[in-house]
C-alpha cells in the first residue's frame, strides 16, 4: 500500500519535472532570438558611428530601418576585423543576400510608433528608450519589451498626448 | 484644437461605391464570406445607404454614403463600460481594440449603425498579406470596429508639418474615402476654421445633419437640394 | 485553396491549441512579430490604371516592397487625383491568389484540366516552332489574334507580329460603346470621337452608363459633379433613355424608361419635333450636312433625304406605341433638348446592342447634327492620334505578303460595316469558313465567357490545334487553351495607356512596373518578341527590340520630338499650356529625350489639350466633307465597293450606287437603308407564357470585366437591392405583387435556350414587361470567390447580330419567370 503510494508520488513527480523541462526548453526555444550575426554594437559606437548611421530611416520614417547588406560592406568590403563572424557579411553579400536580422522590439499590432516623431521633431535621445544597446557587446538573447506605463510616464512628463487613438492604431 | 468634420454633398454623389473600396482597402478590412454577408456581418466602415423613393415609372433611388458621424455627444461612449470607446480632445470618437471587452453595447446605442461587430477573426488569404496597411492594426474576434476618420494619416500628418515647421493645413490631412471620390462629392476639413472648405459649405441652405433631433450633434453634414435640407443651422 | 500550416507560424509547443479552424479559408495566422520585420522604408511610384479603358492615373503606396494602397494621381487630367472603386480594388488583382504562377500546358485534351508548369523556354520554343512549322507548308494565314485591349502600342505589336508572320486575322475586340458605326456611317471617322461634356447644357443619354461605365467612370463623375454644383449658371440638365434605372439613371434629372430596342425610334421622333417644329440649326444643317434635303444624283436619280423621311414616319404619335413613351414626353424632351444649347445626344450599349443598333446608332448621332453639335463647343472632338514613333519598316517576306492577302476569318460580305463592329466569330471557327484556324491566340479576351454562343465556340476551340491564352488567370478560354503564357498584372509591368477619348484631349498614360513580378510570369510583349524570334528569318528580324520596354522608349520618343502637348503638369501651369496651344504656341520644357522620359515616369504622362473645334476636314471624313444623314459610306458599303475613308474632296460624292440587293432592303426603297431609321429589333418568336424581356446590364462594381472579381467588389455588387456576392433578377414590384413573388424569393427565368435560378428583388427601375439581370457574375474557373457565384445570362440569350455590323445583339430575349 505505502510502496504503491510513494511510487504513485514518484510517478507523479517525474512526470510533472519531465512536463517543466520541456515546457522550459519550449518556451525558450520559442522566444531565444538568435541573430545570423553576433553583432557588437559596443564596437560600432565606440568607433564613432551614430545610431542613424545605420538605423537610416529613424529620423523620416516610422520605423528606425534595418540595414542593408550593402551599406554593411561599404565598411565590411575587406576586413576590418579578426572576427571569424565578419566573413558572415562578405558571404551574405556574395550570395546577393539581405542579412536576416531578427527584430528584439516587440510592440504589439495595435500600437503606432513613430521615430521620426520622437526623435526628429521632439529630439530624443535613442537611449531614452533603447537604453544600454548602444553599449552591449552581444545581441540581446530575448525580446526586450515595451510596457505602456514607461510611454506614459514619460510622456505625461513631458506633457505629450495621452490620448488613446494617438498611439493605439 | 481643430474640429475635424465631413460635408458629403448628396447632390454630387453617384453612389459609386468608390470611397467603401477605398476605406477596406485603406483600412485593413476583412472581406466577409457569402455565408457571412447573409447573416449581415459585412464589416463596412462607410457604407452606401440606398433610398428608393416613388414608384415607377417615377422611381427616385438616392445614395447615402454613412461613415462614423463622428457625434459631439456620441450616444455609444455612454454606455462603454471600459472606456474603450470615447470622444477624444480632437472630436474623434476613438475606438481602443484592446480595451474592448465585445458586449456590443454600443453598436446597439448608435442610431447609425457605424458599430461593427468582429464575429469572427479576420480572414485573408495567405496571398493578401502583404497588402495590409501596417499604419492599421488587425482587428482580433470579438471587438468593435468603426471608421476612425483614418486617424493615423491624422497622426502622419502632424509628424509631417511638424518636421517641416509649419501649421496643419486641411490638405494634409484627408481620409482615404474623400481622397478618393471620383465625383468630389466629399469634403473634409476644420469646422473650427471659419475659412476652411467645409465651414463654407455648412453654411449653405442645403445643409442637414441625420437625425438631428437625436441631439448626436454629429460632425458629418450632409447637403442636398431635396426635402431632408434646412434642418441644420449653426 | 489548401489548408495552411499553423504549428509554424505559432511554435511548436502551442500547435495544438491553434489547430482549430475551418477548411476552406484561413484564420489570419497571428504572426510572430519577432519573424516579421518590416524595414518601414515607404514610397510612392506613379503608374496607370488598367482595370477599364478609363486610363487613370495611379499613385502606388509601396511600403518595404509592397503594394499597400493605390491613389489617384493628382496630375493626370483624366482623373485629377481620384479613382474609382474598381482601381482602388486593383490590390486584391495583384495579390490574388488564383493568379498563374507560371507558363502551363494541357496535357489532357482541352477543358480537362490537366495542367502541367513548363519553362518559359519551353513554352516559347513549342509555340514558335509550331508556327514556324506552319510557314512552311504556307498555312501562316490560319493564325489568329484575338485582342481584348484594343488600343496602343501593344495592338501595334499584335499587328506586326500579324502582318510579318503573314495573317490577316488580327481582330481588335477593344470594349466599345456600339456608336462606332455610325461615327464611320455619318462622320467618316475610324476612331471614337470626344464629347465636350463640361460645356454642355442638355445631355440627353440613350442607354449609355455615363457614370458608372463608360469610357472613363471617374472623368464622366468628375464633369458630373462639377455640372451640378460648381459649374456658374444655369445647370445642365441630364435626362437618361434606357429600359432600367441604372447608376446613371438614378443620378440624372429624369429618367425615360423605353422598350428595349425601342431607343432609335424615339430618337428620330425627337428629330421630327425638332425638324416640324423648326427647332434644329438650320444654318448648320446647310452647311455642315450632306442629304438632310432630297436630292438629285450625277445620273439624275432622285434620293430621299432625312427631312422627308422623318416627317413621313416619325409621328411621335407613331412612335410613342413603339417605344412606351407618352407622345407628350416625346415633345417636351424635343424641345428642352433644341432649347437648351449646346446639347448633346449619347449613345451607349444600353440602346445599340440590339440587331438594330447600326441604325440606332445613327439615329441618336444624327439628333447631334441637328442641334449643331459636331465640331462645336458643347458637341463632339475628332480625337487625334498620339505622336509615336511609328516602328522601322518590317521586311514581309513572300509567306507574309502571301498569307495577309487571304481573306480574314468570318469576314463574310454580308456585313458591310464589319470594321466596324465586333464579331461574334463562333460560327466561322465553327464552320471553319472560309479555312479552319490553326492558332489561336487570346489577349485579354474571355470570349467563351463573353459569347452568346458557348457551346459552338467550345466546339470550335476543340478543332483548333493551339489555343494559346495569355491570361493571368485560369478564366474560361484559358481552361479551354492549351497553352497559356500568363501576363503580368498591370501593377508589374512597363505599358503605354492611351486613355479612352473623353473631351477632346489626348492623354496618354504610362503604366510601369511598381512592385518586381511577384511570379514567373512575362510581359506579353516580351513573350510575343520571342516568339517572333523563335520562328526566324524575316519574322525575327522584324522584332529587334531588346523587350517592350524599349520598344515604349522607342516610341515615345516621337512624342518627344513632336514638340506638342506636355508632360503632365500642375493644375495651372496645364492651364498655360492650354492657352498657349488655343495660339499655335509650344514651349519646349525638356533639354534631351532622357529628361523627357525621366519627367513622364514621374509624372505619370504626357497630354495634349485639345480647344479647337472648327477643323472640319478632320471631323467630317466623308465623302462629301460634310456630316451624312445619307451616308454615302454606307451605301458604297452596302453596294459591294470599298471606299478609303477621308479619300473624298469636299463636295465629291460617291455617285457610283448600284441598287442594292433585295434582301438588304434593296429597291424602291434602297434611300432608306443609309439613312437613320427604325428597324423592330430582331427576336425569336416568344415561348408559350413568355411575357418578359431578359435585359442585361453590367453591375458599375464589374466595370472592365477582368476575370478575377476582387471579393471587396463581390461583396458592394448591387447596393441597391441589397446584393452582395450573388445575381438577382430586378421585377417590376407591380408585377411582382401579381405574380406573388416576393423579395428574396428564389424564381427561374426561363427562355427557349435554357434557363437559371435567381433571386428576386422588386425594383421600382423596371418597367413592367422586363426584368433585369446583371451581367459579369456565373463564372465557371477555378478559385474560391469567382467560381459559380451568381448566374451568366448570356448562357440563355439568342444568339442575334446586328446584320450590318456584325456585332453581337443580345438584346431582345423573351423570358418566363417561376418560382422555384
Known sequence: ????????????????????????????????????????????????????????????????????????????????????????????????????????IKLPDHVFFSHRRHVSTEKLDCTSCHEAIGQSSEPPSRPIKFSMDSCLACHQKMKASVDCVACHK | MPKWGMVIDLDKCTGCQACVVACKTENNIPFSTPEQAEMGRTISWIEIIPIMEGEYPRPKLRYLPRPCLQCDHPPCIKVCPVYATYRNPEGLVGQVYSRCIGCRYCTAACPYTAKYFNWSAP??????????????????????????FCHHRLQKAKEKVKAEGRELKDEDYVPACVQTCPAGAMYFGDLDNPNSKVTQQTKSPRAFRLLEELGTEPKVIYLTEGEWHGAYRK | MQRRNFIKLVGGTTAGLALTSCATRQTLPV???LSEWRAGAEQWIPSTCLQCPGGCGIQARIVDGNVIKLEGNPLHPINNGRLCQVGQAGLQVLYHPDRLRGPMIQTGKKGSGQWQRLSWTEAIKTVGGRLREMRSRNASHSMMLWDGYGSGL?????????????????????????????????????????????????????????????????????????????????????????????????????????????QGALALAIAYVLIREDLYAADYVSQHTFGFDDWTDAAGRRHMGFKSLILKEYRPDDVAGITGVPVDTIIRIAKEF????????????????FSNGTYTAMAIHALNALVGGIGAPGGYFSQREFPFKPFSPANRDAIAQKGCSMPRLGDDESHPLISQGRPDLSEALLTETPYPAEVLFLYYANPLFSTLQPEKLTKAFEKIPLVVSFSPFMDESAQHADIILPDHTYLERWQDVPAAPTSGAIVLGMAQPVIKP?????????????????????????????????????????VFEAKRGSVFTESFEAENVRQLAKRGWWIPTHSSFDDFWNDLLKKGGWWEPQDSFDEWGKTFQTPSGKFEFYSQLLAAKLAGLTPTVGAGAPGRRIDAMKPLPAEMGGGAD??????????????????????????????????????????????????????????????????????????????????????????AKPYPGTMPNVINVPYGLGHTMPGEWANQRGVNPLLIMEGKSDPISGMAAPGLTPVRIYKA
Open chain 1, 1 to 104: 500500500m505505502q510502496a504503491n503510494k510513494f511510487r504513485i508520488i514518484g510517478l507523479v513527480l517525474v512526470a510533472g519535472l519531465l512536463a517543466f523541462t520541456w515546457l522550459r526548453i519550449g518556451l525558450s526555444k520559442s522566444t531565444e532570438i538568435r541573430q545570423p550575426i553576433r553583432f557588437n554594437h559596443k564596437k560600432h559606437v565606440q568607433g564613432g558611428l551614430e545610431c542613424s548611421g545605420c538605423h537610416q530611416t529613424v529620423k523620416d520614417q516610422a520605423t528606425a530601418g534595418r540595414p542593408e547588406t550593402s551599406l554593411c560592406m561599404t565598411c565590411h568590403e575587406a576586413s576590418v576585423t579578426k572576427n571569424p563572424e565578419e566573413n558572415l557579411i562578405r558571404e551574405y553579400a556574395q550570395r546577393h543576400e539581405e542579412i536576416p536580422w531578427q527584430r528584439v
Open chain 2, 123 to 148: 480572414t485573408w488569404a495567405k496571398e493578401f498579406e502583404p497588402c495590409l496597411n501596417p499604419d492599421v492594426s488587425k482587428r482580433p474576434k470579438g471587438v468593435v470596429e468603426k471608421c476612425t
Open chain 3, 31 to 33: 504572426k510572430d512579430p
Open chain 3, 154 to 262: 501593344m495592338s501595334a505589336l499584335f499587328q506586326r507580329f500579324a502582318e510579318v508572320y503573314g495573317s490577316p486575322n488580327y481582330c481588335s475586340y477593344a470594349s466599345g460603346d456600339g456608336m462606332a458605326p455610325a461615327y464611320y456611317a455619318e462622320q467618316g471617322l475610324a476612331n471614337p470621337v470626344g464629347y465636350d461634356l463640361e460645356n454642355a447644357n442638355y445631355i440627353l443619354s440613350f442607354g449609355c452608363d455615363l457614370l458608372g461605365q463608360w469610357r472613363s467612370p471617374v472623368w464622366a463623375q468628375r464633369v458630373y459633379g462639377y455640372l451640378r454644383q460648381e459649374r456658374p449658371g444655369p445647370k445642365a440638365k441630364l435626362v437618361q433613355v434606357e429600359p432600367r434605372l441604372s447608376l446613371t439613371a438614378s443620378r440624372a434629372d429624369e429618367w425615360i424608361p423605353v422598350h428595349p430596342g425601342a
Open chain 3, 338 to 353: 433644341a432649347q437648351h444649347r449646346p446639347a448633346l445626344a449619347i449613345g451607349g450599349p444600353g440602346a445599340t446592342m
Open chain 3, 518 to 558: 511577384l511570379y514567373d510570369t512575362l510581359h506579353t510583349g516580351d513573350a510575343l518578341m520571342l516568339i517572333g524570334r523563335e520562328i526566324g528569318g524575316s519574322v525575327k528580324e522584324a522584332f529587334p527590340w531588346q523587350d517592350f520596354k524599349s520598344l515604349l522608349v522607342e516610341s515615345v520618343q516621337g
Open chain 3, 670 to 759: 434602297s434611300d432608306k437603308m443609309v439613312l437613320p431609321h427604325y428597324e423592330a429589333p430582331k427576336s425569336s418568336v416568344a415561348k408559350d407564357g413568355s411575357t418578359f424581356y431578359l435585359n442585361v446590364f453590367r453591375p458599375e462594381v464589374l466595370v472592365g470585366g477582368g476575370a478575377a472579381i476582387p471579393p471587396w467588389l463581390q461583396e458592394i455588387i448591387g447596393p441597391h437591392v441589397f446584393m452582395k456576392w450573388d445575381s438577382w433578377v430586378e421585377i417590376n414590384p407591380a408585377t411582382a405583387q401579381k405574380l406573388e413573388i416576393n423579395d428574396g424569393d428564389w424564381i427561374w427565368v426561363e427562355s427557349s435556350k435554357g434557363r437559371f435560378r435567381v433571386r
